[in-house]
């Protein structure tokens, strides 16, 4: 049973960083896509940025792009995203997602199968 664990997240203030990681276990396959959704209460879920691992292409949501980067470990199924220039609008439940078939439920706005528990990030002004 694949399983999504995500670490790190918290409170900082605005113009700090943090960084989310995320690991997946019960997954045997070299390759699959990683990423990152965000909610806040009351509004839609938004894309944050994804990454296929076996090719290391990675995507970005509009908002976030140039301030957060996602990477992977070349040795486990694990991403990261670092999270720089925070701003309070960065505030939201963040969850880690996966696909193993490939990233086309970015380009398609669709739900990725596999989905951690979500962690919290708070940035204050």
């Known amino acids: 049973q694949i399983r999504l664990v995500e670490s790190g997240g918290g409170s900082v203030q605005a113009g700090g960083s943090l960084r989310l990681s995320c690991e997946a276990s019960?997954?045997?396959?070299?390759?699959?896509?990683m990423g990152w959704f965000r909610q806040v209460p009351g509004k839609e879920r938004e894309g944050v940025a994804a990454?296929?691992?076996?090719?290391?292409?990675?995507y970005y949501g509009v908002a976030v792009k140039g301030r957060f980067t996602i990477s992977q470990e070349n040795t486990k199924m694990m991403v990261h995203l670092e999270m720089n220039s925070l701003l309070p609008e960065d505030t939201a439940m963040y969850y880690c997602?996966?696909?193993?078939?490939?990233?086309?439920?970015?380009?398609?706005?669709?739900?990725?199968?596999?989905w951690g528990q979500g962690i919290q990030v708070t940035v204050s002004s």
């Open positions: 019960g997954y045997y396959q070299t390759s699959a896509c």
């Open positions: 997602a996966m696909d193993p078939e490939g990233c086309s439920w970015w380009r398609r706005r669709e739900d990725p199968p596999y």
């Open positions: 990454t296929y691992t076996g090719s290391g292409s990675t």
